[in-house]
């Protein structure tokens, strides 16, 4: 599984960098570092007023917050790796 962090200007704003560690350490807690790339990328042009654009695999998922995250991991990440 490849997951993209959007760190262009409108998402680095919104916490970019914050989702990024909160991403790499949920691969760890979940020992998916072998299963999981994770990698920046620039707008993916999905921006939304809240949160930061994250891209799985194929799928684009704007709006990621802090607040939203764990729900986020379970549902886009663990549940797409079972």
């Given at each position: 599984?490849?997951?993209?962090?959007?760190?262009?200007?409108?998402?680095?704003?919104?916490?970019?960098?914050?989702?990024v560690?909160?991403?790499?350490?949920?691969?760890?807690?979940?020992?998916l570092?072998r299963d999981?790339?994770?990698?920046?990328?620039?707008?993916?042009?999905?921006?939304?007023?809240?949160?930061?654009?994250?891209?799985?695999?194929?799928?684009?998922?704007?709006?990621?917050?802090?607040?939203?995250?764990?729900?986020?991991?379970?549902?886009?990440?663990?549940?797409k790796?079972?």
């Amino acid at each position: 599984m490849i997951i993209q962090v959007c760190v262009g200007s409108s998402c680095h704003l919104k916490g970019s960098m914050d989702i990024v560690g909160l991403l790499k350490k949920a691969i760890e807690d979940n020992h998916l570092e072998r299963d999981v790339t994770l990698a920046g990328s620039f707008c993916t042009g999905r921006c939304n007023r809240n949160g930061v654009t994250i891209t799985v695999d194929d799928d684009v998922y704007p709006g990621v917050t802090k607040e939203g995250f764990r729900d986020f991991f379970q549902e886009k990440v663990l549940a797409k790796l079972k």
